[in-house]
């Protein structure tokens, strides 16, 4: 029997409804970085439920469930995230969230029911796999160092080391039912970047008495954006925006110092060490040649995602086999960043996308926003595609 007439077999009307039942709980019931406890609690209630027994905890909330085929194979990791970010939600949907300040603004509700409904199809084929399935629910994507890089350093994997690791994310842009491939450089580091210009404050109208910081950090900005624009590689995508800066000074009162808080992406991991020094030194060199002084502090975040070649080109074809070619997109690199890199980094990693736009829509809105939406027609792909690809993968 084909691959997707057998999973569309259990994938069952009432099956769905579950599935999107799962899906609306969690996203009702958000939880920020690595506090997820009732977010893991409710996933672990719903294996016992199901008879499937599940590894607890790994990073306080995580949760690993091993799948074990009908003869030894290969390994097989699946990857959920759990976590959800500070916003606060203005979709009016009647499942909104009820914790105040908390939104599942990054789809992880969807991945976690997706991931969810895979474990529960592919522990009923059993015997049509060979091999294990590693089912991983991980805490804190949305917060550096990242629960994946945790997770690893825990041990997850001893002596149970994948051959190979997926995870799907959600996508606004794309219609339900469509899928995205990007094999290579994928993602981008991530960095964050804390900036205290350190001068000698004042009267405003009183300028040649102080050593004016905000005017340092104006400087500042500016010579950053020249230095890590102009010397970056040609061919490395790069990313430096600064977000927050704080003066805490008035109208006509100059404060002592300014902090600047930013991010730092890039597409290569030697530039990036390059590019640290180099913010480093302009930092340094702009406060000080203007009679301040600068403090500064670079929080290493996420790796640069790769996904793996051949991983990504049979993931891609079976998938086209799954949805039909039409449903199944290339990609292209993303600015954005994923923990999952941590992953990918020690194990042949595929992160690929799963659409969420509500076909025909006219307005979408993005992801890390207080109106992101996603059509729970995707559900039927994404356990489709997680299942699927399991199957097909170990064969």
């Known amino acids: 029997m084909h691959t997707r007439t057998l999973i569309e077999s259990l994938l069952t009307p009432a099956f769905l409804d579950e599935a999107a039942g799962i899906r609306r709980h969690l996203h009702k019931h958000p939880e920020l970085s690595f506090a997820e406890h009732q977010t893991s609690s409710h996933i672990r209630s719903l294996l016992d439920s199901w008879g499937i027994a599940y590894e607890y905890p790994f990073v306080k909330t995580g949760i690993l469930v091993t799948l074990k085929g009908k003869e030894p194979g290969k390994r097989l990791a699946l990857r959920s995230d759990m976590d959800a970010l500070p916003i606060t939600e203005d979709t009016g949907l009647p499942y909104q969230s009820v914790n105040p300040g908390v939104m599942h603004a990054c789809g992880h509700d969807v991945h976690m029911a997706s991931l969810l409904g895979a474990i529960r199809i592919l522990n009923q084929l059993r015997d049509r796999f060979?091999?294990?399935?590693?089912?991983?629910?991980?805490?804190?994507?949305?917060?550096?160092?990242?629960?994946a890089r945790l997770m690893l350093e825990e041990g997850m994997f001893e002596g149970r080391h994948p051959d190979m690791i997926l995870a799907q994310h959600v996508?606004?842009?794309?219609?339900?039912?469509?899928?995205?491939?990007k094999a290579g450089r994928y993602m981008a580091s991530s960095d964050e970047i804390y900036v205290t210009v350190k001068g000698k404050g004042g009267h405003g109208a009183l300028p040649q008495d102080i050593d004016d910081p905000v005017l340092m950090a104006a400087h500042l900005l500016l010579a950053l954006q020249h230095e890590v624009n102009r010397k970056s590689p040609p061919d490395v995508p790069t990313v430096l925006s600064f977000g927050k800066i704080d003066a805490p000074g008035a109208v006509n009162v100059i404060p002592d110092q300014v902090r600047m808080e930013g991010t730092f992406r890039t597409m290569d991991e030697a530039w990036r060490q390059r590019a640290h020094e180099l913010i480093s030194r302009t930092c340094l060199g702009v406060s000080r040649s203007l009679g301040g002084d600068c403090e500064l502090e670079i929080r290493r975040g996420y790796p640069v995602l790769i996904n793996d070649e051949d991983l990504t080109l049979r993931a891609a074809g079976i998938a086209r086999d799954l949805l039909g070619a039409e449903k199944v997109e290339d990609m292209g690199v993303r600015m954005t960043a994923e923990d999952f890199a941590w992953f990918a980094q020690k194990i042949p990693g595929l992160m690929f996308r799963l659409g969420v736009k509500t076909p025909g829509a006219e307005t979408t809105y993005a992801l890390h926003t207080s109106r992101f939406q996603a059509d729970e027609s995707a559900l039927w792909t994404g356990i489709l595609m997680l299942a699927g690809l399991s199957l097909e993968l170990l064969g």
């Open 171 to 181: 996508l606004p842009q794309m219609e339900a039912g469509h899928v995205g491939f």
């Open 130 to 147: 060979r091999g294990e399935i590693l089912c991983v629910f991980q805490p804190g994507e949305e917060r550096i160092p990242g629960g």
